[in-house]
């Protein structure tokens, strides 16, 4: 896709209130305009191109400062503590209620996503959100990069990306070395914040055993689950 298709895109997002995808999309149409800017001799083209980049970045800031805001404030609406080797704490059951036909976006800090029940983790919240949230159009996940295996974690990702492409939702991943919060932002205006992130369940021993798939089964460690509401940022 070139940058017209890409910006074009971008601005429909904008309006449609799929903030968090527009502000994927204008970096994206901006990167390449700056590309195109390099290249380019003439001095009244270079001038055109710079205002309209210009103007993309002012777009993009400003959904950035909004993102932030709505993460930053709100009300605390429910408090859960999680008592070690507890049951009963599946992620429908602490949040499900919240991924309703509102969300049409997620923003997912999740640091630590190395290991295989991280990422069984991940796709437990995933299913769970795309068969509750029927209008979700866009999920931004933010990890720490893989030190060890980058290219392992980048291929896990990517079946995973791949395959709510194939249920019209758009994943975008960006790697933070420094990402230490761990939160779910929804675009209706719920922020969940677990002390331990998605990682809170302990390993089923033996294997075949009850919490195999149904995760109010697990025993949990030690944390408490924060829930905030504020505005929509749609």
């Known amino acids: 896709m070139n940058a017209k298709d890409i910006l074009i895109k971008a601005v429909q997002c904008d309006k449609e209130g799929?903030?968090?995808?527009?502000?994927?999309?204008y970096q994206d149409g901006i990167q390449i305009l700056m590309d195109v800017v390099a290249d380019e001799t003439d001095a009244a083209k270079k001038k055109v191109y710079y205002e309209r980049i210009k103007e993309y970045i002012d777009r993009a800031e400003q959904i950035k400062i909004r993102v932030q805001k709505h993460a930053e404030t709100g009300e605390i609406v429910a408090n859960i503590p999680i008592d070690e080797?507890?049951?009963g704490h599946?992620?429908?059951s602490l949040f499900g209620k919240y991924l309703n036909t509102d969300v049409k976006e997620i923003l997912l800090d999740e640091p630590y996503l190395t290991e295989r029940y991280q990422f069984q983790n991940l796709l437990a919240f995933a299913e769970l959100a795309v068969k509750?949230?029927?209008?979700?159009?866009?999920i931004r996940l933010i990890t720490k990069p893989d030190s060890k295996n980058p290219d392992?974690?980048?291929a896990i990702l990517k079946q995973i990306k791949d395959d709510l492409a194939k249920r019209e939702?758009?994943?975008t991943i960006?790697?933070?070395p420094s990402l230490?919060?761990?939160?779910?932002?929804?675009?209706?205006g719920y922020i969940i914040k677990i002390g331990r992130g998605l990682h809170f369940f302990k390993a089923i021993s033996p294997l075949y055993s009850l919490g195999l798939c149904d995760y109010d089964f697990r025993k949990c460690l030690q944390t408490d689950v924060d829930i905030w509401r504020t505005k929509n940022f749609s």
């Open 152 to 154: 392992g974690q980048a």
């Open 174 to 176: 960006k790697y933070e």
């Open 18 to 25: 799929r903030i968090l995808e527009a502000q994927s999309l």
């Open 169 to 171: 939702i758009t994943l």
């Open 132 to 138: 509750q949230s029927k209008n979700l159009k866009y």
């Open 90 to 92: 599946s992620y429908r």
């Open 180 to 188: 230490h919060d761990r939160k779910i932002v929804l675009s209706n």
């Open 85 to 87: 080797n507890s049951c």
